[in-house]
């Protein structure tokens, strides 16, 4: 129980195939629930996680894959887990996030282009303190 969402049988395959660090299924009349399990679901739900996502730019129409790997995703896991211990959690402003996000998303197209370069090594001058 992750994003504490209430599901039809399809959709709960499909959060099944996303991993147990992802999307953590139960049963509403199969499985056995564990008091903390039980008060994250009150804490969250179907409108509540929409509304989430929506206001860090992840549309309801979004794949299951991309939405449940996306940062507003893991700040809405986090908010859940708080609500349920009793903790004050504040999650960073969408505006932040979409800053940390692009940043992210540089740096690994930096990385990327970089990754293909061969590192050639440099031509000694002779003096080893200079070329330390």
Not at 81 to 86: F, I, Q, S
Not at 109 to 123: D, I, M, T, W, Y
Request: glycine residues 6%; positive net charge; proline residues 6%.
């Amino acid at each position: 129980l992750t994003v504490q969402l209430f599901m039809c049988l399809e959709c709960s395959g499909k959060h099944r195939s996303l991993g147990v660090h992802i999307s953590f299924v139960r049963s509403v009349n199969m499985d056995s629930w564990k008091p903390v399990e039980l008060k994250k679901m009150q804490c969250g739900g179907n409108r509540q996680a929409n509304e989430f996502f929506q206001q860090y730019g992840v549309p309801k129409t979004t794949p299951i894959e991309t939405k449940y790997h996306s940062k507003a995703a893991e700040l809405y896991r986090e908010s859940i887990r708080a609500a349920a211990e009793g903790r004050k959690y504040q999650p960073p402003p969408p505006s932040e996030v979409k800053r940390m996000e692009q940043k992210s998303r540089q740096q690994a197209s930096l990385a990327k282009s970089n990754s293909g370069q061969v590192q050639r090594p440099k031509k000694s001058s002779g003096d080893d303190w200079n070329d330390w």
